[in-house]
């Protein structure tokens, strides 16, 4: 099963410095595709999470938190249109925290910091290890980032929702990839029950199928 991996805390100001392009290309045998410059990562191969996770790990210089969660979550979220009631808008930032694992008890959104009528941060709903919200783009809301995790009990790391969008348009290619290999497979295998001679009668179907 294809998954998505993220890092927390990579090359933010001086510290927990790497390359994540240099790493996807190290680990191309697990097809990663590298998104970005702070640790976010497509895995188009079917990989156990233990070994994705130790395959990244070693390439790291340093300890961080690495979240891994199923292509298929992914594309769950996505489809809802999570942000559909909260169109871009130039001074507000729509982000989406990936936890270490799913809660068990999550609070009830919308939850604001620091208060409902002056809220810089605004968190809109929770879904699986999900936490989706809004935040001003002003320096005080950034701090308020670094609360979730304590306002939940959870490592967490936070991505913009375009960075997101990036991820799905992968995926949605890699599936309509398989799928044409699939077709192609399926197609082979049919055609060997005919003479040669009749699989042009086949193609064009399979052409615009």
Same mark, same amino acid.
């Not at 949605?172 to 699939?182: G, M, P």
């Given at each position: 099963?294809?998954?998505?991996? +993220?890092?927390?805390?990579?090359?933010?100001?001086?510290?927990?410095?790497?390359?994540?392009?240099?790493?996807?290309? @190290?680990?191309?045998?697990? %097809?990663?595709?590298?998104? %970005?410059?702070?640790?976010?990562?497509?895995?188009?191969?079917?990989?156990?999470?233990?070994?994705?996770?130790?395959?990244?790990? !070693?390439?790291?210089?340093?300890?961080?938190?690495?979240?891994?969660?199923?292509?298929?979550? /992914?594309?769950?979220?996505?489809?809802?249109?999570? +942000?559909?009631? #909260?169109?871009?808008?130039?001074? /507000?930032?729509?982000?989406?925290?990936? =936890? #270490?694992?799913? =809660?068990?008890?999550?609070?009830?959104?919308?939850?604001?910091?620091?208060?409902?009528?002056?809220?810089?941060?605004?968190?809109?709903? /929770?879904?699986?290890?999900?936490?989706? %919200?809004? $935040?001003?783009?002003?320096? !005080?809301?950034?701090? $308020?980032?670094?609360?979730?995790?304590?306002?939940?009990?959870?490592?967490?790391?936070?991505?913009?929702?375009?960075?997101?969008?990036?991820?799905?348009?992968?995926? !949605?290619? @890699?599936?309509?990839?398989?799928?044409?290999? @699939?077709? =192609?497979?399926?197609?082979?295998? +049919?055609?060997?029950?005919?003479?040669?001679?009749? #699989?042009?009668? +086949?193609?064009?179907? &399979?052409? &615009?199928?």
């Amino acid at each position: 099963m294809p998954s998505v991996v +993220f890092l927390r805390a990579v090359n933010v100001g001086g510290t927990n410095r790497c390359q994540p392009a240099l790493i996807a290309k @190290q680990l191309a045998k697990f %097809g990663v595709v590298n998104i %970005g410059a702070v640790g976010t990562f497509v895995v188009r191969e079917n990989v156990s999470e233990s070994t994705l996770r130790a395959a990244i790990a !070693k390439k790291l210089p340093f300890k961080c938190e690495i979240m891994i969660c199923p292509a298929r979550g /992914i594309i769950k979220l996505a489809s809802k249109d999570p +942000f559909s009631r #909260h169109p871009s808008v130039p001074d /507000i930032t729509r982000f989406v925290n990936v =936890l #270490h694992k799913r =809660l068990r008890a999550p609070p009830p959104p919308p939850l604001s910091l620091p208060s409902d009528d002056d809220w810089l941060l605004k968190i809109i709903a /929770i879904q699986d290890q999900f936490v989706l %919200g809004l $935040y001003r783009r002003q320096m !005080k809301a950034i701090s $308020y980032l670094g609360k979730i995790e304590k306002l939940l009990g959870m490592p967490a790391t936070t991505r913009n929702w375009n960075t997101l969008e990036k991820v799905v348009k992968i995926l !949605k290619n @890699q599936n309509r990839s398989q799928q044409r290999k @699939q077709s =192609l497979s399926y197609f082979v295998t +049919f055609c060997s029950m005919f003479s040669p001679k009749d #699989h042009t009668k +086949f193609l064009p179907a &399979f052409m &615009f199928a």
